[in-house]
């Protein structure tokens, strides 16, 4: 269930004013869960701190109550391209609003103060820095704000996962408008963090309203490392056409990830933060825009997009913390539409990661609790990654909330595409003896060239190949024995030195298992084709495909026209709905979900249009179909 923490608080859910707002401006005929209750505890004046994934609808949440009560609320944000788009959005839906960064030109910033004290907007989206310059908190104490939203609240803990120390300042709000009420939102947050919002902020008996963690429409797999490019690139061809993002760990393999998926004839391009911000904006337009379809990308990239309709989100190494996972996952599907999560995992990751938080602790010269923090966080996210257990229920129960269903039906466990490899303890016998037989000297490369029986010139000068372990597993890939290494590794029946040049060392468990006195387990991806979720299934249901993808075109070209993100002009839900209702007239598209008035006013005679002339041309298609069959 979701979670309200309440003091006789007000769901608006019923409420008439906040319905009428809602179904005028979005299209909406319904509040999704918590949003009444966090617009509720707006309009009373109440603090809160609403958590809901993202694509739970946050930002609804405070667009709304400045809308019903009058005045101006601020929101404050760490991402400048993120409010662009928000603007975008809101002034498609004929809302009135604006942003404050360093991107805005000292002009357009003069008209948007002048804007403000006539009291023309409704919200003001402005950046922490912006919001801490001379005299800014002067001039927003001139146009009485009733509220202050603080967006990706969990920046301001030291234990979440994207600290920012400039957040840290955000409590002089409560001093300096001690009668507006303050609300933090944010998409991760575990109790411990959530406690911490609460103190920085200074919140006074905030309604505290947790949604639920999981993402139904999300299929999450697991997939062991064999071959990073190959298996990216078979997974984006499920997705030959749609928005997805690759995460890398460096900027190098952002890059060298593109070239080989532009290689492939993906449309695809890389982002990092050592670029130029030109070229960085480039891209992210690009994307948005839907003339680039993938983009390579280190963690960077993501947190400022707020594309609804991103189908697949690959992490080709494994993230940093379950907190980065469940964030970064979640930029797929936001529309509430079926999306794939894949992790590529491998311990070796897990070694990297651990080598680079060490350097980063003694570069930085970071207090020994941030160190131990990230410690552990990495320590949970190989946990996720390792653990043969439904995914939904093991990310459900990391942000502390139970998960009932014995079967998700979204993830590679629960699919039954992880299968275990036969004599799975006689081959980790075979690998855990040639550590031995090499003299616990060599890492994980030669080990698997000596077990598949490889001539290399390191083998030919050790004169590895005649030892008895020599070619035992021959008729199977290299990848896949190291693969298998790994998850020994993972299963602490072998350990790896530290360093640069890590060698592969036996332990007590690995005696153990030599002993049969502690079983191995190995997996390895089942073969065959992969069963749609429940959720693909069911919001493809009365869906005319081609229709949809017309639309889509129709979509892509007004949005270039516009210079604003596709999702901008219509999320594909409402592009589904449509292609399923298939309108004739205005009336009818009218009752769509996700047509708002100014909407259908901008775009409701050219899509009656479009469609008439599809189920025309279906028509004579069908016609001509009937005259050829054989009477």
Known sequence: MDTVQQFDLPDSSGDGRVLDVVRRCWGFDRLRPLQGEAIGA????RDSLVVLPTGGGKSLCYQVPPLVSGGTDVVVSPLISLMKDQVDGLTGVGYA???L?????????????????????????????RLFQAGFLDQLSRIDVRRFVIDEAHCISHWGHDFRPEYRKLAVLRKRFPRASVHAFTATATARVRDDIVEQLRLREPAVLVGRFDRPNLVYRVIHLVDRRQQTLEVLRRHRGEAAIVYCLSR???????????????????YHAGMERAERRSTQDAFAQERLDVVAATVAFGMGIDRSNVRCVLHSCMPQSVEHYQQETGRAGRDGLEAECVLLYSAADMIRWESLIRKSAERAKEPEEVVAARQHHLRQMQRYASMIT????????????????????????????????????????????????????????????????????????????????????KDHGKREVQSWIYQLLDQDALSRTEGDRPVLRLNDRSWAVMRDE??????????????????????????????????????????????????????????????????????????????GEKKLMDFGEVLIKLIGEYLGEREATDDMAADLEPR
């Open 101 to 129: 960064h360093g991107n805005v030109s000292e002009g357009h910033r003069r008209d948007i103060e002048r804007e403000l004290a006539d009291g023309e907007h409704r919200l003001l989206f402005v950046a922490p820095e």
């Open 42 to 45: 707006a309009l009373a004046g």
């Open 390 to 473: 439904c995914r939904h229920k093991l990310l459900s129960e990391h942000f502390g909330q139970a998960y009932e269903s014995a079967d998700c039906g979204a993830c590679d466990v629960c699919l039954g595409e992880v299968e275990g490899v036969d004599e799975a303890t006689v081959i980790a016998k075979k690998i855990l003896s040639c550590v031995f037989r090499v003299g616990q000297r060599f890492g994980v490369g030669h080990v698997a060239d000596v077990l598949l029986g490889a001539d290399t010139e390191m083998i030919r000068r050790c004169r590895h190949q005649g030892l008895s372990t020599y070619g035992l597993l």
């Open 97 to 99: 609003a604006a942003a």
């Open 518 to 595: 502690a079983p191995i387990r190995l997996l390895r991806p089942k073969k065959g084709a992969r069963r749609p979720s429940r959720h693909e299934e069911q919001s493809w249901e009365g869906v005319d495909g081609d229709l949809f993808e017309r639309l889509r075109v129709w979509r892509r070209a007004v949005a270039g026209e516009r210079g604003v993100p596709a999702f901008v002009i219509f999320p594909d839900t409402t592009l589904r709905a449509l292609a399923a209702a298939r309108p004739t007239d205005l009336d009818a598209l009218g009752e769509v979900y996700g047509i």
């Open 252 to 270: 190098k393999d952002t890059e060298s990830m593109a070239r080989f998926l532009q290689d492939a004839g993906l449309r695809a391009a890389h």
